[in-house]
């Protein structure tokens, strides 16, 4: 099995209801991703996953030009990142902001 093959799989475990050409971009997202070359399937479909919702779905990027910094642009978008997992069927949510878990 091919390492996409496996990353996309475990994606649809994370967000079973993920539509079919978000897990395209998130597993190209896992597998173009320098930092997640490495990283277990497991982890490099979560990180991706938030990672793409964060980025293509929420005005994470719109935030950061307007001048906020990361941190405080990651709060502003955590409960739509947090809502679009729920519409995907997705159990997993962000942790709490200063918990040691990685974020994408």
């Known amino acids: 099995m091919s390492r996409r093959a496996v990353i996309e799989a475990h994606v649809r475990l994370i967000a079973p209801r993920?539509?079919?050409h978000e897990l395209g971009a998130v597993a190209d997202h896992a597998l173009d991703s320098r930092g997640l070359r490495g990283a277990a399937?497991?982890?490099?479909a979560w990180?991706?996953?938030v990672a793409y919702i964060r980025h293509v779905m929420t005005e994470y990027d719109e935030l950061l030009?307007?001048?906020?910094d990361a941190d405080s642009a990651r709060f502003f978008v955590r409960d739509a990142i947090d809502g679009i997992l729920e519409g995907w069927g997705a159990t997993r949510r962000l942790p709490e902001q200063g918990d040691a878990e990685d974020e994408a």
Request: charged content about 30%.
């Open 47 to 49: 990180l991706s996953l």
């Open 41 to 44: 399937p497991d982890r490099a």
């Open 65 to 68: 030009a307007e001048g906020y």
């Open 18 to 20: 993920i539509p079919r």
